[in-house]
């Protein structure tokens, strides 16, 4: 009695007898060369089975790295346009105010009434690229959320990210 689902595509007219003994006589085939191998493929399997795992590893690291610089880009194109979009005008006629970044002084011309928002946590002085921008306290949230190391002044409530 042969194989029914085998019949049935024979009688179908999908397959043809050629093609239903080839497949039985592949299937034998693959059976004895399982039963040949015996002992010593269970030790080259383990040996394949380190490997794949050691490259499956691999690749999972690789993609959680991409994922991450991914992440990160997007991140820093948010700080960009947040910046872009909501930095206020320096007042080149106002005073000037100076603060620290790292062990370098940098100042800004900005109004009084600039200085005193500023003091108070309104106003926030960020960096983007080699220049230094003020924004609103908060867009400086925003961008503290995305990335801390953009935030160079900024004298609101402790921000922990």
Known sequence: MGNSFQDQLLKAGLVNKKQVNK????????????????????????????ERLAIEQQTRELNRQRNEEKKRHENMAQVRHLIETN???????????????????????????????????????????????????????QIAERDQGSLVVFHGEKISV
């Not at 497949?23 to 380190?50: F, I, M, N, W």
């Not at 320096?90 to 940098?106: Q, R, T, W």
């Not at 900005?110 to 690229?129: C, N």
């Open 23 to 50: 497949a039985k006589h592949d299937k034998l085939v693959s059976k004895k060369k399982q039963k040949h191998k015996g002992d010593s493929s269970s030790g080259e399997t383990s040996l394949a089975r380190k």
């Open 87 to 141: 930095h206020l005008k320096e007042d080149d006629h106002g005073e000037p105010y100076y603060f620290a970044v790292g062990k370098i002084i940098k100042k800004l011309f900005i109004s009084e009434d600039m200085t005193q928002r500023l003091s108070s946590g309104q106003l926030a002085i960020v960096r983007l690229d080699d220049s230094y921008k003020i924004v609103p306290a908060r867009v400086a949230r």
